[in-house]
């Protein structure tokens, strides 16, 4: 593995009183691809909701780069490095594009230069998103808002970039399209986490693959090594797992 970037050791968290994750320890390298697979109630989800700041953890460390962030605001999260974009695409539906993207920018520094900057590298990667810049972010079709959320998240220039429910609602062939944009923008340097429910695609762009069950890690294999074993994904997440 790469020099590591995340670093989540023995973290518990709990929502009142049910634990759901139980001294949970996973990390990703610098510029690596990550993906974090279970069945539903795993702890995918709590899993980068408490990376990113928005859930504290009962106990335990994360650290990004060696500096913990673990327990930190989730403005904070984000100026040091990491971006989350959440399952459901929360959008400001009535706002365009471009006002969506700005606002991905505002744990930043007020600096106009950097902001075009950052919004150009965003319609770089997605060019639909310039066509349809001044357009409501609530008129877009779900693959144009998957992108307009990812895009936003990349406008705070992440070192980590958290992906929950990549699919959710998307035909596969938009899916595997976001994909190959989420792969450029790991090979311009950004490490990637994410969780997925079709995990053929996503073991298929990935490098490594945790496996959690009831908020533990149960295993942890080179993507390439679970995609060749179905047997193995089928006895971990289910006879029902999306490929």
């Known amino acids: 593995m790469n020099d590591i970037l995340l670093d989540v050791n023995d973290v518990n968290v709990y929502y009142g009183l049910v634990q759901a994750l139980r001294g949970l320890s996973i990390q990703v390298g610098v510029g ?9 109630g795993a702890g995918k989800t709590t899993t980068l909701r408490t990376i990113s700041g928005m859930l504290a953890p009962r106990s335990g460390s994360i650290n990004l780069a060696g500096q913990p962030i673990g327990g930190k605001p989730a403005f904070d999260v984000v100026r040091e490095g990491v971006a989350h974009v959440p399952e459901g695409r929360a959008l400001f539906a009535g706002m365009t594009v471009e006002e969506n993207l700005t606002l991905g920018f505002a744990s930043q520094p007020n600096d106009r230069d950097v902001l075009h900057h950052r919004r150009d590298r965003v319609y ?7 066509e349809r810049s001044k357009q409501a972010a609530g008129t877009l079709s779900g693959g ?6 990812i895009g ?8 980590l970039l958290l992906v929950d429910e990549l699919s959710l609602g998307l035909a596969p062939k938009i899916v595997a399209q976001i994909f190959e944009i989420l792969e450029t923008v790991n090979r311009d340097g950004t490490a990637v986490l994410i969780v997925e429910q079709f995990v053929h695609m996503a073991l298929q762009n990935t490098d490594r693959a945790y496996v959690l069950r009831k908020g533990v890690v149960v295993d942890c294999k080179p993507s390439a090594e679970l995609l060749g074993d179905p047997a ?3 006895s971990y997440l289910g006879e029902g797992t999306a490929a």
């Open 32 to 40: 690596e691809r990550v993906a974090l697979l279970g069945a539903n």
């Open 124 to 130: 770089d990667y997605f060019p639909i998103l310039r």
């Open 144 to 149: 144009e808002q998957q992108m307009l959320v």
């Open 152 to 159: 936003r998240a990349l406008m705070s220039e992440p070192r």
């Open 232 to 234: 193995l994904i089928r």
